[in-house]
């Protein structure tokens, strides 16, 4: 398996985690990265929330830890390259947020909340502003000590007629992207339908002539579909979302698929019990214990998917409020 390097930042292996609104917490982020996780980045944050609200407005969305991620990768949305430079400013002021490895750009969030301020999605429909964007936030990154690259995550189309966007792909890396990720759906799609991985293989063969990583998504649940999804497309690695969710442990397992390694790790029902708590304990280190556990509700249901009684376990997480109520229903 070859390894791959984005803007020189050589990556532990090529199985990352895609970044989910409330999931990718970093408490989770922790625990994605020991299992295997090749980096995991945060959930989408507002680069216009930033320059105007000031970076303690979305700290909970854009907190890293270093010692315990790894590979850091924040997630910026917007629609404006002023907002990403003015941002992106902001973010390298701060004395935690400054050691980010990886500037992470959204351009295929489909919700219509983002794409009606230009943002996410609507950003293939303006390749200009697009490479405006990756443009600026190389800028504002140029002369610092430590080499930032700048990555997009976007999709095979806007429209429901969309097979891949070529160009789109082009002009990313024409703009410097030091790295593409494409989830093989169409706006409209939002998550439904299957992952076209020849739209995906499209955009891959556009930007094959750049020295730059391209990495697949969609669809990836297990070793044999993360294979199919990297020799179809012609990508050097993989980002994992919804199969990831409450289910660290497919890092390693589908890592260990693509090194030839027949290993699967399947966890017990007590690891899994134990690495939800173990979650829950890290959300709540950054706020308040009720607070956290009504988040985690949203989750909580992923980890137990599958164990015996899943089904009453699920009703009950999900009106805990404690951390000693979580530990009770799971009898831990
Ligand atoms: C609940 C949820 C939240 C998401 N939030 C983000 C996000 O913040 N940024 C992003 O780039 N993609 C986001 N996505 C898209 C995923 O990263 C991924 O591209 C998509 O789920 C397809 O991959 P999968 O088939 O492995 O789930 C989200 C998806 C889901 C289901």
Redesign the pocket.
């Known amino acids: 398996m070859n390894s791959v390097s984005i803007g020189g930042i050589k990556l532990p292996g090529i199985v990352a985690l895609?970044?989910?609104?409330?999931?990718s917490h970093i408490a989770y982020r922790g625990i994605c990265r020991e299992m295997g996780a090749a980096y995991a980045p945060t959930?989408?944050v507002s680069a216009r929330s930033i320059r105007y609200n000031g970076l303690e407005k979305s700290m909970q969305y854009l907190r890293i830890d270093p010692e315990t991620e790894g590979i850091t990768a924040i997630?910026l949305f917007g629609a404006e390259p002023d907002d990403f430079t003015a941002a992106i400013e902001k973010i390298m002021e701060d004395p935690v947020l400054s050691k980010v490895d990886i500037i992470d750009i959204?351009m295929?969030?489909p919700v219509p909340k983002v794409v009606k301020t230009g943002a996410g999605s609507a950003l293939m429909n303006s390749p200009q502003t697009a490479a405006a964007i990756v443009k600026a936030c190389k800028k504002a990154l140029e002369g610092l000590p430590r080499h930032i690259p700048v990555t997009v995550?976007t999709r095979t189309g806007y429209d429901a007629s969309d097979k891949g966007k070529p160009d789109f792909a082009k002009a990313l890396a024409d703009a410097g992207c030091d790295m593409l990720c494409v989830?093989g759906r169409t706006r409209p799609q939002m998550?439904t339908g299957e992952?076209d991985r020849k739209a995906i293989a499209l955009m891959r063969e556009a930007v094959m002539g750049y020295d730059i990583p391209f990495f697949a998504?969609?669809?990836?649940t297990d070793g044999p579909s993360a294979k199919t999804l990297m020799e179809e497309c012609g990508a050097d690695g993989v980002?994992?979302?919804?199969?990831a969710r409450g289910n660290p442990w497919i890092f390693s397992e589908v890592a260990a698929y693509l090194a030839g390694s027949g290993d699967i790790i399947t966890p017990d029902e007590q690891e899994r019990k134990e690495t939800l708590l173990r979650e829950l304990e890290g959300r709540c280190r950054w706020c308040d214990e009720e607070i956290a556990v009504r988040e985690f509700r949203s989750v909580m249901p992923f980890y137990v998917k599958g164990l015996r009684g899943a089904a009453k376990l699920k009703v009950r997480l999900c009106s805990a409020l404690t951390v000693n109520e979580v530990k009770e229903i799971l009898e831990l």
Do not use: F, T, W
């Not at 980002?239 to 199969?243: L, N, P, V």
């Open positions: 895609s970044p989910m609104a409330g999931v959930e989408l997630q959204n295929g969030c995550k989830h998550y992952c998504n969609g669809d990836v980002m994992i979302g919804r199969a």
